[in-house]
């Protein structure tokens, strides 16, 4: 089997100016037995200079990656930047057009598909594309999230503890840039596979994002988007910017332990006793959860295992099992 990817890119990444184009994926489907999948992918060029890396829509119930990366790519016009910036607004844009986390064609993640595979479902041969031909022209990847279905988030810019000193101490600069209220880092509690983990691992300086959720979707998490996006690419030098002010110092915060990802400990309705930004210790009652089947059972207590401040919590009651209902956060120092 051939390394090689079976996508072909319509545009050109080296030309310079504006170009609006697609990657096509190759598929056979029922209603046709050769097919192309178009996921669109903006490229705008000027000169040489360093080069940024934008997604949305990696999740398909996430909408203000799209959103935003569309109206820049419509707005920016190559005389206003200085290098190369590449656009994908729409990663998995079978998922957006249905609204949903996962693939509707596949039923994969694609920010659990990542290196991937040319010979995958859609969602891998995209996730191989981007990672053998889109992440290594980038300086710096960002990657733009929400909480989407499930759940509610502080709006903040998001990132691992890398390894290397040097690296990390830009990843804080360029979050710290975004002039989001938090910068947030995280570690996987599910599962591998990340566009970020990846980008990270190739040295990349890479953001990810929370903004909210789909319930959040508005005004004010579309503007500390939109604005953290520009923001950022102009601390990389990459957008021409006569004046800006400076973003307001964001709070760095960490959820480091496996446990201040709490998981419920049993399906039914979930209760939130507690609201984005609260101070808890451990020991108190964050929520509860009712059994749908036993009405007469006292609810089951949701407990913080750690102390913390309440980043993000379940947005929806019907909760299963092992899914996530709160995660705490602490302040997080970098010398
Ligand atoms: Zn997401």
């Keep these: 089997m051939s390394s090689e990817s079976l996508v072909r890119a319509d545009v050109d990444f080296e030309r310079q100016g ?7 994926v190759p598929q056979s489907t029922n209603s046709a037995g050769w097919a192309k999948r178009f996921i ?9 200079g360093p080069t940024a890396v934008l997604f949305g829509g990696n999740h398909g119930d996430e909408f203000e990656g799209p959103v935003t990366l569309m109206n820049l790519a419509r707005r920016l016009e ?3 930047i200085q290098g190369r910036i590449i656009l994908v607004p729409m990663l998995n844009r079978p998922a957006v057009e249905v609204g949903t986390r996962l693939s509707p064609l596949d039923g994969c993640n694609m920010n659990r598909a990542f290196p991937g595979r040319p010979d995958d479902t859609i969602t891998g041969m995209i996730a191989h594309y981007v990672s053998s031909t889109i992440l290594p022209m980038a300086d710096l990847v960002v990657d733009i999230h929400s909480g989407g279905s499930s759940t509610l988030f502080l709006p903040s810019v998001n990132m691992h503890e890398v390894e290397n000193q040097e690296q990390m101490r830009k990843m804080l600069d360029a979050g710290r840039a975004w002039g989001a209220p938090y910068v947030f880092i995280y570690r996987d509690v599910a599962g591998a596979g990340l566009l970020p983990t990846l980008a990270e691992q190739m040295g990349k300086v890479t953001l990810g994002t929370e903004m909210g959720s789909k319930s959040q979707f508005g005004v004010e998490t579309l503007g500390i988007t939109a604005r953290g996006v520009e923001n950022v690419l102009d601390w990389a030098n990459i ?7 400076a973003p307001p110092e964001p709070q760095l ?4 332990e496996e446990a201040d990802y709490i998981m419920a ?4 309705l979930f209760e939130p006793l507690c609201e984005l930004g609260d101070e808890v210790k451990s020991g108190n009652r964050l929520g509860q959860i009712h059994s749908i089947e036993h009405p007469e059972r006292a609810p089951i207590p949701v407990l913080a295992q750690t102390n913390g401040m309440v980043m993000a919590r379940r947005a929806i009651p019907l909760t299963l ?3 996530l209902v709160v995660a705490l956060v602490r302040p997080f ?3």
């Design 18 to 24: 504006k170009q609006f184009g697609n990657l096509a």
């Design 40 to 48: 669109p992918v903006v490229v705008i060029k000027n000169g040489s």
């Design 78 to 80: 190559p005389d206003q």
């Design 239 to 245: 957008l021409k910017r006569s004046s800006a002010s």
């Design 253 to 256: 915060v960490a959820a480091t």
């Design 265 to 268: 400990s049993a399906s039914g």
């Design 321 to 323: 099992q092992g899914e």
């Design 333 to 335: 120092e970098f010398s």
